[in-house]
C-alpha cells in the first residue's frame, strides 16, 4: 500500500488543525478505505483499528451532515465495527442512517428491533429492505409497524417470511390495496395463503396472479370461472325487463353456464330478477311460484326444497337466506340501490349470525365469503 494511503497520528493532527469539510471528507474517505481493505484482508493491524475507530468516533459528533453521511456510506459494507460507533451511525439523521441500516450486514437481531421501536418510518423501511432478513424480523415488523413499511417488506424478495406471518398479513391489510398488489408480485407466497386472498383480487391482478404463480390449475379455473360470472351480472344489471333477463339466464342454462356460483352470488349482489329466473329453470318450478315461495311464506324449508330442485349446495344455503332477509329488512331495490353497500350487509349479516352457528364452521364461513365478496 502505498504512504499516502497509510494509516498514522498525522492523519489525526490533521484533522486537529484543519477544520474544513473537505479535508476532513478526505480523511473519511482514505481511513475507511485503508480500514475496510486491511480488515478484509486480515492484515489490519490492532492499533491501526483503534487508531482509525478513534478517528471514527471524532467524525460522527461532526456538525458536518456530508461529514457524517461520507462516513455512514465508507462503513455500510465493512464488518464488525464497535459497538458504540453502530449505534451512532443508526440514531444519526436519515440521510447519515439509511444506507447503514439498510447495508451493514453485522446488525443483530436485537439492534434491528431497537431501530424498529425508533418508531421512524424511514429507518422502518430501511430494516425491511436488508438482504437475508430473517422471518423473526419480518414477523416483528407485521406486527409492529405501518402498512407502508410491511409492503416494502412484502417487496423484499430476499427477507424471509413464512406462512404464520402472511396469515397475519392478510388478517390485517386484507382490504389494502397496494398489500395485495405487492403479495401477487412476489415470488414465494405460498398457495394456500394465495387461496386465501385470490377472489378479493381485481380483475387486473387476478390475470398477474395467474400469470405470476404456478397455482393448481383448479385454483385458476375457479378464478377464471368468478371472473365471468362477475361480467355476466354487470350484464343483467343494464337489464330492465323481466324479459331480457330471463333470456340471460336462458342462454347461460343452454350453454351450461348457470352455475351454483353464479345462481348464489347474483342474489347476494342484490339481483333478485336474475336468481329468481335461474331457479324458474333450474329446478323448473314457474315463475310465480318461485316468487310465492321466496316472499309470500315464512316457510324455511319450501325455500330449501326450491334450492335443492335448483341443485343448490347446502354449504351456500346459509348465503342465499342471508340476502334474502336483508332483502326484506330494507326493501332493497336493485335498481336503485347501492350494490356494493348491500353485498357488504350480506356479508356483516353472515359472519354477525352465522358465526357461532352449528350450521355453519370457520372454513364454511370464509367460503361464503369468497363467493360473494
Not at 41 to 53: D, F, H, P, R
Not at 99 to 112: C, G, H, R, S
Amino acid at each position: 500500500m502505498n504512504k499516502s494511503n497509510k494509516l498514522d497520528r498525522q492523519d489525526v493532527e490533521k484533522l486537529s488543525r484543519d477544520h474544513r469539510a473537505e479535508n476532513k471528507i478526505d480523511v473519511t474517505q482514505k481511513l475507511t478505505a485503508f480500514y475496510n481493505l486491511a480488515k478484509e484482508n486480515g492484515t489490519l493491524k490492532t492499533i491501526e483499528a483503534s487508531l482509525a475507530e478513534d478517528i471514527f468516533r471524532i467524525l460522527i459528533k461532526d456538525i458536518e451532515l456530508k461529514v457524517r453521511q461520507v462516513l455512514a456510506e465508507s462503513l455500510k459494507n465493512s464488518r464488525d465495527l464497535p459497538k458504540d460507533i453502530v449505534n451512532d451511525l443508526i440514531r444519526d439523521t436519515d440521510s447519515v442512517s439509511l444506507p447503514f441500516i439498510k447495508y451493514y450486514q453485522d446488525l443483530t437481531n436485537e439492534e434491528l428491533i431497537q431501530i424498529i421501536n425508533l418508531s421512524n418510518i424511514h429507518k422502518q423501511k430501511a430494516v425491511a429492505g436488508r438482504m437475508n432478513l430473517p422471518h423473526e424480523i419480518s414477523q416483528y415488523i407485521v406486527e409492529k409497524c405501518r402498512p407502508e413499511v410491511v409492503g416494502v417488506l412484502i417487496s423484499n424478495e430476499s427477507a424471509e417470511i413464512r406462512e404464520e406471518t402472511y396469515n397475519e398479513i392478510l388478517i390485517k391489510y386484507f382490504n389494502d390495496e397496494d398489500i395485495k398488489r405487492r403479495l401477487v408480485d412476489r415470488n414465494d407466497v405460498p398457495v394456500s395463503i394465495i387461496e386465501k386472498f385470490a377472489y378479493s383480487l381485481s380483475e387486473e391482478l387476478k390475470k398477474r396472479l395467474i400469470l405470476n404463480h404456478n397455482i393448481p390449475i383448479n385454483l385458476a379455473t375457479d378464478i377464471v370461472e368468478e371472473v365471468k360470472e362477475k361480467t355476466t351480472l354487470m350484464i343483467s344489471e343494464e337489464y330492465s325487463s323481466d324479459k331480457q333477463i330471463e333470456e340471460l339466464v336462458h342462454q347461460l342454462y343452454s350453454a351450461n353456464r348457470l352455475t351454483p356460483n353464479l345462481i348464489v352470488r347474483s342474489i347476494c349482489f342484490g339481483d333478485l330478477k336474475f336468481f329468481e329466473y335461474a331457479l324458474v329453470y333450474l329446478s323448473n318450478t314457474p315463475i310465480m311460484e318461485v316468487r310465492k315461495i321466496l316472499f309470500n311464506t315464512s316457510a324455511d324449508f319450501m325455500v330449501r326444497n326450491l334450492l335443492r330442485k335448483a341443485y343448490i349446495p347446502k354449504t351456500l344455503f346459509p348465503a342465499v337466506f342471508t340476502a334474502l332477509k336483508v332483502i326484506k329488512d330494507i326493501h332493497f331495490d336493485c335498481r336503485k340501490d347501492n350494490r356494493k353497500a348491500f353485498v357488504h350487509k350480506v356479508i356483516e349479516r353472515i359472519l354477525t349470525n352465522n358465526y357461532n352457528s352449528d350450521e355453519l364452521n370457520e372454513e364454511d364461513i370464509k367460503y361464503l365469503i369468497s363467493k360473494i365478496s
